[in-house]
């Protein structure tokens, strides 16, 4: 069993940036693909950034441009570098891996806090 570990979550001030990080006990080669989700306060839970194993990557339309994702292989991490944030991107944000069909694993989750 795979276990997922967000780091990097914090405060910051509308227009800064954050890393958020994903560390995983075993190999991110075992997943198909690994992701960046979020969760605010009474929504549902939304797909920020993805990775597959051949690095194709895709964002949500309110990231791309300000959003990266990225892994290293070799350290097993996963990492979201967050630039020009804004509040409406205040949410608990969570580490996913996935393999095909539909077999995920998910982090504990790292809260992101922007204020105006």
């Known amino acids: 069993q795979v276990q997922l570990v967000e780091s990097g979550g914090g405060l910051v001030q509308a227009g800064g940036s954050l890393r958020l990080s994903c560390a995983a006990s075993?190999?991110?080669?075992?997943?198909?693909?690994m992701g960046w989700y979020r969760q605010a306060p009474g929504k549902q839970r939304e797909l920020v950034a993805g990775?597959?194993?051949?690095?194709?990557?895709n964002y949500a339309d309110n990231v791309k441009g300000r959003f990266t994702i990225s892994r290293d292989n070799a350290k097993n991490t996963v990492s979201l570098q967050m630039n020009s944030l804004k509040p409406e991107d205040t949410a608990v944000y969570y580490c996913?891996?996935?393999?095909?069909?539909?077999?995920?694993?998910w982090g504990q989750g790292t809260q992101v806090t922007v204020s105006s």
């Open positions: 075993g190999s991110i080669l075992s997943f198909d693909a």
């Open positions: 996913n891996g996935r393999r095909f069909p539909v077999v995920d694993y």
């Open positions: 990775i597959t194993s051949g690095g194709r990557t």
